[in-house]
């Protein structure tokens, strides 16, 4: 699961042995379903059990190995699949290709998600897009919502950097950025020794990436709006939490 994708087919097989485990089928004899198996896939903590989602986390597993292939990118694994595959551009911005091996699929499958939880450090700003890429910190977006010009000298984020001083051009900032993000961005510490742009993951707080976090993300994704709605809802986990941290027995 860590490489490939697994065919839709056998993980529905698998996931229905789990849930006849667990309804406790004998032979022949069908129980009850007393909860759906989306919500028995939900954390306990909301209300769910906390079973894993074969599908989404093999996705999970899958973006591991995309996020190598796009943080990474000195490793040999990443050079390989770089120079057959996406020579010209960044994994996230691969295209599947003619003919591609059954393990760049896989890999390939996991993108979007790579894709949501990526953005970007600014450092001396040379490989940051100003505006198709994610580095502002307004965690909704993380991106520079302005118009964009058919004709404009101002598409990196070094362009709105002064080299020698390692400040921002303030008045470059304004003239080509909307009054609502010009704050957001003037707010962004600069590194003084030039460092080079650094990606980060946005879904944890101390910027690494990891599959626990990239599975929630995809189970936010693949939920209908009740259970993402179960999912952020604090109260709702206020009680689950007290509920389990009760002092009986769990059945």
């Not at 000195?74 to 059954?102: E, M």
């Amino acid at each position: 699961m860590s490489c490939f994708k697994l065919p839709n087919k056998l993980c529905d097989e698998l996931t229905g042995i789990v849930r006849q485990f667990w309804w406790g089928q004998l032979k022949d004899e069908k129980k009850l379903a007393w909860m759906s198996w989306g919500k028995m896939c939900l954390p306990k903590e909301r209300g769910g059990m906390g079973f894993r989602d074969l599908k989404t986390f093999n996705l999970a597993l899958l973006a591991k190995q995309g996020w190598r292939l796009q943080a990474n990118s000195s490793s040999l694994f990443s050079r390989v699949y770089k120079a057959k595959y996406f020579p010209r551009c960044d994994f996230v911005d691969a295209g599947l290709g003619s003919q591609p091996s059954y393990a760049w699929r896989s890999i390939h499958a996991a993108q979007a998600l790579v894709r949501r939880g990526m953005r970007w450090q600014v450092g001396n700003g040379e490989h940051i897009r100003i505006l198709r890429d994610k580095w502002l910190p307004t965690p909704k977006t993380y991106k520079v919502v302005t118009p964009e010009r058919e004709t404009t000298p101002v598409t990196m984020v070094c362009d709105l950097i002064d080299n020698e001083s390692k400040e921002w051009k303030v008045d470059v900032v304004h003239q080509n950025i909307l009054s609502q993000v010009v704050e957001a961005i003037l707010s962004i510490p600069l590194s003084v020794n030039g460092a080079r742009d650094k990606i980060v993951w946005a879904e944890n707080k101390n910027g690494k990436f990891s599959v626990r976090s990239v599975y929630k993300v995809a189970m936010e994704d693949g939920l209908n709006g009740e259970m993402a709605g179960c999912l952020r809802s604090s109260e709702i986990r206020k009680v689950w939490r007290g509920l389990w941290g009760m002092n009986v027995p769990n059945k």
